[in-house]
């Protein structure tokens, strides 16, 4: 690799711990290039990204940044998966995980806060933001409806009534 293209390897890297939504780090040693196709191919689904990183590389890239404290993951082969969506790139990653004994999730970051294996896969369980979004929506017209049902109750109520008068009335005459 070229010092240029080194230099814009790390600028690159360092976007991503800054401005990616969460970072998860994993040792991916034994998986083959199907694989990893694999899991490139589902993180991309998912809205993410997976790449192999040269340690040196990414520890200068983490240097200044908020998440430096990842830099201790850094040793052997390595990968990052990162996606905006806090809970994406976890939970590809924590099913890959379970699928490939090779690919062992280390640790990572979501903004600020630095995360452990076991951060890691609770941030995999969360729903996903858009999952969250649909929940949100529900619990939110669901009481809207009740309470139209609610008001259109005494106004139909008060039109059996009238109409059962005017039945009598017309009996009556």
């Known amino acids: 690799m070229k010092r240029a293209e080194k230099?814009?390897?790390?600028?690159?890297?360092?976007?991503?711990?800054?401005?990616?939504?969460?970072?998860?780090?994993?040792?991916?040693?034994?998986?083959?290039?199907?694989?990893?196709?694999?899991l490139r191919?589902?993180?991309?689904?998912?809205g993410g990204s997976v790449k192999v990183t040269k340690n040196r590389l990414a520890k200068l890239a983490l240097d200044g940044?908020?998440?430096?404290?990842?830099?201790d993951h850094f040793t052997g082969p390595t990968a990052i998966a990162y996606s905006e969506d806090p809970v994406a790139a976890p939970r590809i990653a924590a099913a890959f995980a379970k699928e490939n004994e090779q690919f062992v999730?280390?640790?990572?970051?979501?903004g600020e806060t630095l995360?452990?294996?076991?951060?890691?896969?609770?941030?995999?369980?969360?729903?996903?933001?858009?999952?969250?979004?649909?929940?949100?929506?529900?619990?939110?017209?669901?009481?809207?409806?009740?309470?139209?049902?609610?008001?259109q109750a005494p106004a139909g109520q008060l039109a059996r009534v009238m109409g059962a008068k005017a039945a009598q009335g017309e009996e009556a005459a």
Do not use: C, W
């Open 7 to 38: 230099e814009d390897l790390v600028t690159h890297l360092k976007g991503v711990f800054t401005d990616a939504g969460v970072v998860v780090v994993a040792h991916y040693s034994g998986l083959t290039v199907a694989q990893m196709t694999v």
């Open 41 to 46: 191919a589902r993180m991309a689904e998912a």
């Open 65 to 71: 940044t908020v998440v430096a404290g990842i830099a």
């Open 105 to 110: 999730i280390l640790g990572g970051a979501m």
């Open 115 to 151: 995360l452990d294996q076991n951060g890691v896969k609770a941030l995999a369980e969360l729903p996903s933001l858009d999952e969250l979004r649909g929940k949100l929506v529900g619990m939110i017209s669901t009481p809207a409806t009740r309470i139209a049902g609610v008001l």
